[in-house]
C-alpha cells in the first residue's frame, strides 16, 4: 500500500460500520442503480489552500490500494453474524476508483492559493457508498496538517494521562479524551466514539481511542464504553462496532421507490435483509412527524441526529404511550453535536422519563484542540462538512431535517417534498 495513504486509512475498515450494512443492503436491494455523493462545507468563511487539495487529490489517486485482508474477513464475519458470505466476498473484491471522484477547486483570493473545493463520487451505488467517510476524513487531516496549523501534538505521549493529571489549558486531546470519559462513566453514562469522518487525523483518534480504554478499565462508575463506530479501531481495540443505518438510506429508497411512505419502505427494506439485527433507526430524514410509528413496537432504539434533544425524549415517550409500548423496554441514542455537559443533562431528563439512553460523540472526541497563538484559549475550528447523497439514478435525494439548517438537497426537490409531509416551515 501506498505510504501517503496508509498514513491517512490504514484499512478498508477505517471507516463508520453502517456503511457496510448499508452497503450490503444496497447490494442486495439496489446493486444496479447509480449512485452520486456531493460535499458540502458549511462555514463559508472557511477556505482551502491550494496546496491542501493538491494533497487531497493525490490521497484519492492511492485509494485504490485499499482492500480487506483475510485477516480482517475473519473478523467481520465473527464479530458481525449479519454479514453473508456473499457479501464478504464482494467486499474482499471492492476497490476504491478514483475515477469516480472529482476534486474541483475555485480560487477566491487575489493570489489564487485558497479557495473553495467542490467533491462529487460518482457511480454505482453499491460502490460510491464507501467513499463518504474516507473522503471526509482525509480532508480533514489534510487541512489541518497544510491549511489550519495553528495547533500542536506536544504533550500526546500516552504517559502522560496515566496519572489522571488533566489540565484543560494545554492542548492535549487524549488527556481530554481520558477526562471526558472520565466524567461519562461517573455519571453513568454509555457512550460510543463516533469522530471517524470529522477526526483532526488518524492519530488523533487513535490517541483518543487508548484514552477512553484506559480510563474504561479504572471505570468505578456505573456508565460503560459500549465501543466505537470505526471497525478498524473496534477490531484493533477488541471493543464491539457500532452502527446500523443512516440518513442516504431513507433518502436513497425514497428517491427510488417514492416518498408515499418513504420511511416505511425503507424500514421494510432494511427488515429483509436484516430480520433480527441492527433494527435501531432515525427518525428526522423526512422529519420526524413522518416516522413510521407503527415499526416502533419491535424496533428497540431511535437515534436522535437533529433538532432539539430535549424535546425528542418527551415526544417518544408520548408516541410509545400512545402506542401501548412500555417505554422501559427502548431506547435513544443520541447522536448530534454532543459534548460531556450535554449528555449528562440529557441522562438526567431520560431518567427522569424512565428512558434508557445513550450517547455516540464523534466530534468532541476526535477534533477538540486550542489554537497555539492564543496560548490555548482559542478553540482550533473543525472542519463543518458533509458528504451526502445526492442521486441515484439521476433523481435528486434529499433530507428533511428537524433542524432547518440541516435540509439537504435540490431546494426545489426539498420544497415539493416539505410540501408533500405537509411541512410548512
Known amino acids: 500500500m501506498d505510504q501517503s495513504i496508509q498514513y491517512l486509512m490504514p484499512s478498508i475498515l477505517d471507516t463508520d460500520l453502517y456503511k457496510f450494512t448499508m452497503q450490503q443492503a444496497v447490494l442486495h436491494h439496489y446493486p444496479n442503480v447509480a449512485g452520486a455523493y456531493r460535499f458540502t462545507h458549511r462555514d463559508k468563511d472557511v477556505y482551502f489552500p491550494r496546496a491542501c487539495i493538491d494533497a487531497f487529490r493525490e490521497a484519492i489517486s492511492a485509494f485504490s ?199 416505511t419502505m425503507a424500514l421494510k427494506r432494511w427488515e429483509q435483509v436484516y430480520p433480527k439485527h441492527l433494527q435501531i433507526t432515525l427518525t428526522d430524514t423526512f422529519s420526524t412527524e413522518e416516522f413510521d410509528k407503527d415499526r416502533a413496537h419491535h424496533w428497540k432504539t431511535l437515534r436522535q441526529d437533529s433538532g432539539d434533544p430535549f424535546v425528542f425524549a418527551p415526544r417518544a415517550k408520548k408516541m410509545y404511550e400512545d402506542l401501548g409500548i412500555d417505554i422501559s423496554t427502548k431506547s435513544i441514542i443520541f447522536s448530534d453535536a454532543l459534548d460531556v455537559e450535554k449528555a449528562l443533562k440529557l441522562k438526567e431528563q431520560c431518567d427522569e422519563l424512565g428512558f434508557s439512553c445513550s450517547f455516540g460523540i464523534g466530534t468532541f472526541l476526535t477534533n477538540d484542540f486550542k489554537t497555539l497563538s492564543s496560548g490555548g484559549k482559542d478553540k482550533s475550528r473543525a472542519l463543518n462538512m458533509v458528504i451526502k447523497l445526492g442521486t441515484i439514478d439521476g433523481k435528486e435525494c434529499v433530507k428533511i431535517s428537524d433542524e432547518l439548517t440541516k435540509n439537504t438537497g435540490d431546494r426545489a426537490t426539498v420544497e415539493s417534498v416539505k410540501r408533500r409531509y405537509g411541512i410548512l416551515t
Request: hydrophobic content about 35%; glycine content about 10%; aromatic content about 12%.
Open 65 to 263: 490500494d485499499v482492500a480487506l485482508t483475510p485477516e480482517e474477513q475473519s473478523w467481520l464475519g465473527e464479530t458481525c453474524p449479519y454479514f453473508t458470505a456473499e457479501y464478504l466476498t464482494f467486499l474482499k473484491e471492492y476497490r476504491f476508483k478514483p475515477e469516480q471522484v472529482t476534486v474541483t477547486f475555485t480560487p477566491v483570493s487575489p493570489d489564487g492559493n485558497h479557495g473553495k473545493v467542490d467533491i462529487e463520487a460518482r457511480g454505482p451505488w453499491r460502490e460510491t457508498i464507501l467513499w463518504e467517510v474516507p473522503l471526509m476524513a482525509c480532508l480533514s487531516e489534510l487541512y489541518f496538517r497544510i491549511g489550519s496549523t495553528d495547533w500542536s501534538y506536544d504533550g500526546q505521549d500516552g504517559a502522560l494521562f496515566d496519572t489522571g493529571a488533566i489540565d484543560s489549558s494545554t492542548n492535549r486531546p487524549t488527556e481530554n479524551a481520558f477526562s471526558k470519559a472520565q466524567a461519562l462513566l461517573r455519571a453513568g453514562c454509555t457512550f460510543s466514539e463516533f469522530g471517524t469522518r470529522r477526526r483532526r487525523s488518524l492519530r488523533t483518534q487513535e490517541l483518543v481511542m487508548s484514552a477512553i480504554i484506559r480510563a474504561s478499565k479504572g471505570n468505578q462508575g456505573k456508565g460503560k464504553f459500549a465501543g466505537t463506530s470505526n471497525a478498524y479501531f473496534a477490531r484493533k481495540y477488541g471493543v464491539p462496532p457500532i452502527g446500523t443505518i443512516a440518513h442516504e438510506w431513507f433518502m436513497g429508497v425514497a428517491a427510488i421507490e417514492g416518498y408515499d411512505g418513504a420511511s
